[in-house]
């Protein structure tokens, strides 16, 4: 049940921001969107998420469309160390009033000197 | 704080051998998950738990056991391990769903042979 599709790779200059886009055309109403990062295999580390607003924290800024269906993660100022796959995750209700993280394939950021 | 530890960092194992990972994590926080991580592909939920001394099955639970006797400690077990349960397994947990953040940890590696 893949909800969300990302492109599979992306590169940007150091210093510049780095844009990364991610599909989830079936997305519900009350199903949010998230994004981690994993580097070098360590555990996915927490970005940002939103529902329908834009947000911003201080690692980065999520842009969601009006209908919903699409979403781009901003890192302002890339640098070497956000070198990283970056997941695009729609967090979906589960039972005993928890959630669920639905994982996609993630695009693997390179951010080159 | 720790965080969210994993014990141990790597494993080999022949099929049909048996073995637990464990999770620990010095947060106070109530809901605890276990993922595994397949070669190029995000995280899918084996289980998780509400709470101290209640666990549940997530989207993968075939092959694999959990307890949570402490609030925080999460073990998952491999009763008869397979060739096909070789993958990276990430721990995670989270306060409650209103603050809606999974802190993840670094990781077990399992190789069955």
């Given at each position: 049940?893949?909800?969300?599709?990302?492109?599979?790779s992306?590169?940007?200059?150091?210093g510049?921001?780095a844009?990364?886009?991610?599909?989830?055309?079936?997305?519900s109403g009350?199903?949010?969107?998230?994004w981690?990062?994993?580097?070098h295999s360590?555990g996915?580390?927490?970005i940002?998420?939103g529902l329908?607003?834009n947000?911003?924290?201080?690692m980065?800024?999520?842009?969601?469309?009006?209908?919903?269906k699409?979403?781009?993660l901003?890192?302002p100022?890339?640098?070497?160390?956000?070198?990283?796959?970056?997941?695009c995750?729609?967090?979906?209700?589960w039972?005993?009033?928890?959630?669920?993280?639905?994982?996609?394939?993630?695009?693997?950021?390179?951010?080159?000197p | 704080?720790?965080?969210v530890?994993?014990?141990p960092?790597?494993?080999v194992?022949?099929?049909?051998?048996?073995m637990?990972?464990?999770?620990?994590q010095?947060?106070?926080?109530?809901?605890m998950?276990?993922y595994?991580?397949?070669?190029?592909?995000?995280?899918?939920?084996?289980?998780?738990?509400v709470?101290?001394g209640?666990?549940?099955?997530?989207?993968?639970p075939?092959?694999?056991?959990v307890?949570?006797?402490?609030k925080?400690?999460?073990?998952?077990?491999l009763?008869?391990?397979a060739?096909?349960?070789?993958?990276?397994?990430?721990?995670?947990?989270m306060?409650?769903?209103?603050v809606?953040?999974?802190?993840?940890?670094?990781?077990?590696?399992?190789?069955?042979?």
């Amino acid at each position: 049940d893949a909800k969300t599709t990302q492109p599979p790779s992306m590169d940007c200059a150091e210093g510049r921001a780095a844009n990364l886009p991610c599909n989830h055309s079936t997305i519900s109403g009350n199903e949010y969107v998230y994004w981690y990062r994993q580097i070098h295999s360590q555990g996915p580390q927490y970005i940002i998420h939103g529902l329908k607003n834009n947000e911003t924290n201080e690692m980065a800024s999520l842009i969601i469309t009006e209908d919903r269906k699409s979403s781009t993660l901003i890192l302002p100022h890339a640098t070497l160390r956000d070198t990283a796959v970056y997941y695009c995750i729609v967090r979906v209700p589960w039972k005993d009033s928890s959630y669920k993280l639905i994982f996609g394939s993630g695009t693997r950021l390179l951010v080159r000197p | 704080n720790a965080g969210v530890t994993q014990t141990p960092k790597f494993r080999v194992l022949k099929t049909g051998q048996s073995m637990t990972l464990l999770c620990a994590q010095d947060m106070n926080h109530e809901y605890m998950y276990w993922y595994r991580q397949d070669p190029g592909m995000g995280l899918r939920l084996i289980h998780y738990s509400v709470g101290e001394g209640t666990t549940a099955k997530g989207e993968v639970p075939d092959g694999y056991n959990v307890s949570r006797l402490k609030k925080q400690n999460f073990l998952l077990g491999l009763e008869s391990a397979a060739p096909s349960q070789t993958s990276v397994y990430f721990c995670a947990s989270m306060i409650s769903p209103l603050v809606e953040t999974q802190y993840f940890g670094p990781g077990t590696r399992l190789l069955v042979l």
